[in-house]
């Protein structure tokens, strides 16, 4: 999966018309909701898994990307 | 010939309280009903009553099972009750509900505290003691109220757990098949602290302190007497270790995917299991799905999903199923029936 298509399919997630990598997605962390559907889609589109706890705490998508990076995926 | 353990029938209860969507809506403010469906595929769950307990719903789904008239009390010679909500810490709820159902004396009667597993592990219990001859008919008894835990101001789990029991009769008959079986087991305890009531047991007993509510992530609030469910991590749990426990029982019993005519995963919620459904390719027309009407009813979900299958003609008798039961503990187990 492309960086691009992450970012469309976590705007659409997030329901949000704009949504880029510096963006902050709020001091409270997001949902649970919204980190099981992350997740559901990290698993598709990288085929590996992050550790949920970090997902729900990051500030930003360009973080999401960094632990899925981390994680071992690659994000093109 | 030899005696081989089966399961005979199976029968469900669930309390009277329906706690809807449109209910929990109302009472959070600024929720949507249709978006709780969406999301987690159920629309409502039973909630028991304030002096109901997991036993009550348990001798319910017995009582239904023996009016079926396969079995009747006197017939039962072991009874497994498995709930992590008994009527007490001592005694053992197996022996009041023997007392209850009218079982002989003669009769074995133990609890064992599991989740989600907990139907998958007491059958491995039944197999074992049928087909060692230690008994002959034994009632699998599986009830939950979940309910009871739960903090009425935390929407990660209100919208996601239901009450009800199931009650399975597992008989000895004569055949050289292997109807239920073979196993396969798996425990980590490191997964412990994500699927948890922190308070009550002996561990940290309930006082002032575990009473006192606090604000959590998302603007939840629980305490320490509360259930808290980090549903990423339950999440995540299940994508690395459920597709390979599906793929070690099919080896572990010589067989092809295919040939599995039916799945019945814990029904967790909607949202993992088309997820997981989806991600191991397997097809949608022998998966079962349905949380609609009851929610996650922990250890009762693929007997309640059995019963329910049978019952609409999705499986018939002499199929091949595949049961798989995961989560807290974390805990999952596997097996193949025949139905």
């Known amino acids: 999966m492309t960086r691009s298509e992450f970012l469309d399919e976590f705007r659409r997630i997030l329901e949000m018309e704009h949504l880029d990598e510096s963006d902050d997605l709020g001091e409270g962390g997001l949902d649970s909701v919204v980190v099981l559907s992350l997740l559901a889609l990290i698993d598709e589109g990288f085929g590996i898994s992050v550790p949920a706890q970090a997902l729900a705490e990051s500030k930003t998508p360009a973080e999401v990307i960094a632990l899925i990076e981390h994680s071992g995926g690659q994000v093109g | ?339």
């Open chain 2, 1 to 339: 010939m030899t005696i081989r353990a089966a399961i005979r029938d199976i029968a469900s209860h669930f309390p009277e309280q329906r706690l809807t969507n449109e209910a929990l809506a109302a009472e959070m403010g600024d929720w949507d009903a249709e978006k709780i469906l969406a999301k987690t595929g159920i629309a409502e769950r039973r909630i028991a009553a304030p002096d109901e307990c997991a036993s009550d719903l348990g001798v319910a789904a017995a009582r239904k099972l023996f009016d079926r008239g396969g079995c009747g009390p006197k017939d039962v010679d072991f009874l497994l009750f498995c709930t992590q909500s008994p009527d007490y810490f001592l005694p053992t709820t197996a022996c009041l509900i023997q007392e209850r159902l009218g079982l002989p004396t003669h009769c074995g009667a133990i609890d064992f505290n599991q989740g989600c597993s907990g139907f998958v592990y007491g059958l491995a219990l039944a197999k074992s003691l049928v087909e060692t001859g230690t008994a002959r008919n034994v009632l699998l008894i599986t009830a939950e109220t979940y309910s009871k835990f739960l903090n009425p101001k935390d929407r990660s789990v209100r919208t996601i757990f239901g009450d009800a029991a199931a009650a399975t009769l597992i008989s000895g008959i004569e055949t050289d098949r292997e109807l239920i079986g073979p196993f396969v087991f798996g425990t980590d305890g490191r997964g412990a602290e994500h699927l948890i009531v922190p308070a009550g047991g002996m561990r940290k007993p309930r006082q002032a302190e575990t009473r006192l509510e606090r604000e959590a992530e998302s603007g939840n609030w629980r305490s320490e007497d509360n259930l808290y469910m980090n549903g990423g991590e339950i999440f995540s749990f299940t994508l690395q270790v459920i597709p390979g426990l599906v793929d070690e029982l099919l080896a572990k019993s010589g067989r092809a995917r295919e040939s599995v005519d039916y799945f019945f995963f814990h029904q967790a919620n909607a949202f993992m299991l088309k997820h997981l459904r989806t991600k191991m390719k397997l097809p949608a027309e022998r998966f079962w799905i349905d949380v609609e009407s009851c929610g996650n009813t922990v250890s009762s979900t693929i007997p309640i999903a059995m019963s329910e299958a049978l019952a609409r003609g999705v499986v018939h008798p002499g199929e091949h199923t595949m049961l798989v039961g995961f989560g807290v503990g974390l805990s999952w187990a596997a097996t193949m029936v025949e139905i």
